[in-house]
Structure formats: C-alpha cells, structure tokens
C-alpha cells in the first residue's frame, strides 16, 4: 500500500460511473472550425460567442501591448503591478456597464473569491441559488458565512428562506445571471425586490450574459432595466469578451474596498499587459458595434429551433447555451465522441459540473458559426440521437 493509492482507486471510481474527463487538446487558435487532437472540427462548445479569441483587432491590441509593456506584471496589483491599461480597461468597463466603478481581477473565478469573504463573513448569512458556479459557492465557503441554497430561478423559495432564516448581521443574495449549464435567466427584478424588501445585498455573475444580454451586449442589469439596483455585478472576460480576466462592477465604494480586500487583488499577480489591451480592444468592439451579438441571437434561434423540432430536450434555456439533454453520463459521453467520429466538437458534461443523472452535451453557439455548418451538424446531431435513442 501506498499512502497514495487512493488517487488510483478515486480515478478508477470517476471511470465506472462514466465521468472521467476526456481532456482534448486544441492546436491552433479558436474558431468555428478549429483542429483538435489532430483532426479538423466543428467547434460547438467554446464560449468564444462573438469570436473573439482570435480577432484581428484584439491580437493586434495584445501585440502593441507587449511592445509597450513587455510580458509579465512582475507584481500584485497593490505593489506595482497596476499599469495605466488595467486603468484604462476598468474605465470602459464601468462605461459600457453603465455602472458607477469597476476593478478588474485575474479572472471571474478570482473576482468571486474576492468579492464574497470581503463583503460577508462570519455571522452573516448568503442566500445562493442551488445551481450557482462553482466559483460562487467557494465564495461562498471561504468566507464563513451562513449558506442557505434556494431552488433554482425560484423566487418564491428565496422569499421563503429569507423570511425563515436567522437574521444574520448582514444578508448577501447570489444569482448566477445567465445559468451556464442550462442556459436559463435568473428572475433578477424579482430577486432585487426581495433583496431590497430585507435589506439584503444584492450579486449577479454575469459571466455568461455579458456579450449577450442587455443592449449591445451589455449584460443582465442593462438586459432588466436594473441599473444601480444591484449593488455587486461580476464579470468575466473570459466568454464573450474571448480574452481572461474578470472584474467587479458597482459603487465606487465597493471597488475601493475591494482594491483594499479582495485578496486574489492582493496575493495574485496583475493580468498581463498583452490580456489587458485585448480585453480593452473587445469592449471597443461591442461599444462599436452590436451587429456580432446581433449575429449570435440570430444563429441561436436559428439552431435551437430546429434542434427541438427534431425533438430534442433542450431544457430551459433562453440564451446561446444550448444544453442536449441526455441523463446517463456514459450515453452523453458515447454521444460525444460520436460527433467527434463524425467531425464536430461538442463535449459532454456531467457530475459535478451538473447534478448526477443530468448528464448533456452542451452546445454553445457562437456568432461566428455559419448557417451552412450549422445546418450539417444539425443532421449529424439528429443521426446519432436517433442511433442513441434520445430522439
Ligand atoms: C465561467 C464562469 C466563471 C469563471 O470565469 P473565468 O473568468 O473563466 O474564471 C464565473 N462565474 C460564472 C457564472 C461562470 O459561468
């Protein structure tokens, strides 16, 4: 025996149960046809939405930006690593958010950790719907505080826990806005009442709505109407925006303090120059131009209609994210590499990413998608789901 071994026997385990990750290697920049592990493919689960991972204008932006900055921040933001373009950037974000400051972080999974133990602790209780991302719910343990799961994009629930539940000292409800793994929308005007109705604080992650909800892509608060309602908003660059980084956006107050609080701000070196000017150059994009979010919206209707008129479960969802609802994780898997056989890359997603018996293939359309190709996966799609049996 090898005081290891259990790390054997916990892989074999995810293996029997169908959940081990098939990790594929992607060579060459994204797209809608991109080459992985050595064979060309139909690109159906990037989170490129506007394809800009590899556009033009952001990789020249990115290539300036290493002339002038050279390559590595060399420092956390609150030593030296704070460059005029992590300005520059946080400015056009809270203009194209419409909101009142904005500080940029590594990435969204950092700008959760940052901004939950900073603005809740020990005594205080948060309100988290149950199918939150996961980097909510470390958040969310990080901080100490109370955690109470409401049912999911249920209002009604949340009002009820809130009404139960040991008053904390201070009371936090989060919501994912766009669901990332059913593609829903959270009821956010009807969360914000609530919020406002027990003195709550009131958070959205906006990882997956920014780029696509809200006017020219301005997100979920700008999609509801919801400006200066709430008072934290996440975002990621990392989706819509096709660079990394993440960032929080709401009162100037609440982003002094997080420059001051928020640790991975503190304890984890600055976004490099090169990211900086390409998340720079992608804001300058969608402030120019909503025709790409335009082209999204039109390729998810396009695709999402025809996929359930062939008679797929495509659950609730009402953005680009486009989950084929299958259960088993093994028949999703098999599904999967299939479509790989076949020439399309689209992953299957099971536990822990979603509930056990859950299982999909989660699409995830992209402006940059053509109607012709997306027409030939379309068939693809309805050949296997009929050999599978899930059509
Ligand atoms: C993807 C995602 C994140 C993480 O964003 P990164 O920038 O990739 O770290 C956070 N929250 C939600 C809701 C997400 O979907």
Redesign the pocket.
């Known amino acids: 025996m090898n005081k290891l071994d259990f790390i054997t026997e916990e892989l074999e385990k995810l293996k029997d149960a169908g959940l081990l990750i098939n990790i594929r290697t992607i060579e060459g920049p994204q797209g809608a046809w991109i080459t992985v592990d050595e064979k060309k493919v139909f690109n159906l689960c990037s989170?490129n939405y506007l394809g800009f991972a590899n556009d033009p204008q952001l990789k020249s932006a990115a290539q300036r930006a290493i002339e002038d900055y050279g390559v590595g921040p060399a420092a956390v933001r609150t030593i030296a690593g704070t460059t005029t373009l992590h300005k520059e950037l946080e400015r056009k974000l809270t203009l194209f958010k419409g909101a009142e400051s904005t500080v940029s972080f590594q990435?969204?999974?950092?700008?959760?950790l940052a901004v939950i133990p900073a603005i809740v602790g020990e005594g205080d209780v948060v309100f988290s719907d149950e199918l939150?991302?996961?980097?909510?719910i470390d958040g969310c343990r990080l901080s100490r505080a109370k955690i109470v799961r409401y049912e999911h994009c249920n209002p009604k629930d949340l009002q009820t826990k809130i009404s139960d539940g040991k008053k904390g000292r201070r009371i936090l409800i989060i919501t994912?806005?766009?669901?990332?793994m059913e593609g829903d929308v959270a009821p956010l005007p009807e969360i914000v009442e609530i919020a406002e109705k027990f003195g709550a604080i009131a958070m959205v992650?906006?990882?997956?709505g920014e780029g696509v909800l809200g006017r020219g892509g301005r997100g979920i608060v700008d999609h509801f109407n919801l400006h200066g309602k709430v008072d934290v908003e996440?975002g990621?660059?990392?989706?819509a925006f096709g660079v990394?980084?993440?960032y929080i956006a709401g009162s100037k107050r609440l982003t002094d303090y997080l420059a001051q609080k928020g640790r991975p701000f503190l304890f984890s070196s600055a976004v490099t120059a090169a990211d900086v000017a390409a998340c720079i150059a992608a804001v300058d994009g969608l402030i120019a131009s909503d025709s790409l979010v335009k082209q999204l919206w039109q390729n998810t209707g396009f695709f999402q209609e025809k996929m359930r008129r062939i008679g797929f479960n495509l659950g609730n969802t009402k953005t680009p994210i486009t989950p084929v609802m299958i259960g088993d994780a093994r028949v999703a898997k098999d599904f999967s590499q299939r479509l790989f056989v076949e020439g399309i890359f689209a992953q299957a997603i099971g536990y822990p990413t979603v509930p056990i018996g859950k299982a999909r293939i989660r699409i995830m359309l992209s402006a940059a998608h053509g109607k012709d190709d997306l027409t030939w996966a379309i068939e693809r799609l309805e050949k296997i789901g009929k050999l599978l049996g899930i059509i």
């Open positions: 989170n990435s969204g999974f950092c700008a959760n939150n991302h996961a980097s909510i994912d806005g766009v669901f990332s992650d906006d990882a997956h996440v990621t660059m990392s989706k990394v980084g993440g």
